[in-house]
């Protein structure tokens, strides 16, 4: 058996052409998503096209992106139609090689002028030799701003967070729509989320387990989380809110705590695993003066002194003049600081 020895310069080119053809097909994804149908036959490799586009609109997707993959040599027609009626001929008939051709539609008819709103269908006609193809694919105009996206946030609260996660961000659009998350203030380690596609109507949740990018713990704190959506027909929103992330999760017993009790605390890793009782914990009360992922602040000025102690005897006394309500209770260990509320706000 022989082998055969690439050299160099061999290599470099087939490098250089193995990262065009990736950047092409990275480009294409870019042309069509989000929104694209595509489908496939004997002629056509692929046919894709942009589901719904908003042209002429500011903010909105201006045209509908068009890809076309040929399996072999062959003869071609595009055209946009509305019922019977031809309005714009994208692509005359004409010969094509094998591979891909890609057009768009700006939304205007064979005069250039601006059609309105409705559900128009790219008609395609493909032959090569014996064999044809003739598929219809819809492109639906609508220059009508979608409504914003409901975003809740939710951190610092173990029985509203999925095992592992110390932020959830709970998304719900008025369309289908694409949703990207990106969490700031972690330098050279920003984690991000997405893209995620969610139906009109339902909620979907991103949890974030506190870590970055890199999978290390962030410095226990409140963070921002940056929530982009983008439309089906291009529209961009977007939307911060804030989670604290601790490293610990705790929750105060009894639930009904009434001013000047002792709250007893129960403190668990973000994966509900209980923090060793021997472990050394400092508690100190805050004035409650928000709800993490809400608008304002969230931690007033420090109650008293803290006290230190270790997690299996976690108890602190609430002050007298303060409802419950509107007051916090940190615990700081070594791995981290769980941000505690001391009653449930009305």
């Known amino acids: 058996m022989t082998a055969t020895v690439v050299g160099p310069g061999r ?4 490098g250089i052409g193995i990262g065009f053809l990736v950047l092409f097909l990275f480009a294409l994804g870019v042309f069509l998503l989000p929104f694209a149908f595509p489908t496939e036959g004997a002629i056509v490799a692929r ?3 942009t589901a719904e586009f908003s042209p002429n609109t500011p903010g909105g997707r201006a045209t509908a992106g068009v890809a076309i993959q040929m399996r072999d040599p062959g003869r071609l027609t595009l055209t946009v139609m509305q019922g019977s009626q031809l309005v714009r001929t994208l692509i005359p008939t004409r010969s094509v090689r094998k591979g891909w051709i890609t057009t768009a539609w700006d939304g205007t008819n064979q005069q250039g002028l601006a059609m309105p709103d409705g559900v128009y269908t790219l008609h395609l006609m493909a032959s090569s030799g014996k064999k044809g193809y003739n598929v219809s694919r819809r492109a639906t105009i609508d220059r009508t701003r979608p409504a914003a996206p409901t975003v809740i946030a939710t951190s610092a609260d173990p ?16 369309t289908y729509a694409r949703f990207s998350f990106g969490v700031g203030n972690v330098p050279h380690a920003q984690p991000i989320g997405g893209p995620q596609f969610v139906d009109q109507g339902t909620a979907f949740v991103w949890n974030w387990n506190g870590r970055t990018a890199h999978g290390g713990l962030v410095t226990p704190g409140f963070y921002p989380v940056a929530v982009t959506e983008v439309s089906v027909n291009g529209f961009t929103f977007t ?7 601790g490293n610990l999760l705790g929750s105060a017993t009894p639930t009904n705590l009434a001013p ?4 007893q605390l129960k403190l668990t890793t973000p994966t509900r695993v209980a923090v ?12 409650r003066t928000g709800t993490p992922g809400a608008p304002g602040h969230v931690i007033g000025p420090e109650i008293g002194a803290p006290v230190a102690t270790t997690a299996g005897s976690a108890r602190i006394q609430l002050p007298v003049g303060i409802p419950v309500s509107d007051v916090w209770i940190e615990a700081r260990a070594g ?7 001391a009653g449930a706000r009305p």
């Open 260 to 263: 000047g009790d002792i709250a």
């Open 159 to 174: 029985t509203s967070l999925a095992p592992g996660a110390q932020c959830a961000i709970t998304v719900t659009p008025s």
């Open 239 to 245: 939307a911060a809110r804030e989670c604290w992330i």
């Open 11 to 14: 290599r470099q080119r087939a």
């Open 276 to 287: 060793p009782a021997a472990t050394p914990v400092t508690l100190g009360l805050y004035r």
């Open 335 to 341: 791995t981290g600081a769980a941000l505690v509320a």
């Open 47 to 49: 046919f894709a096209s």
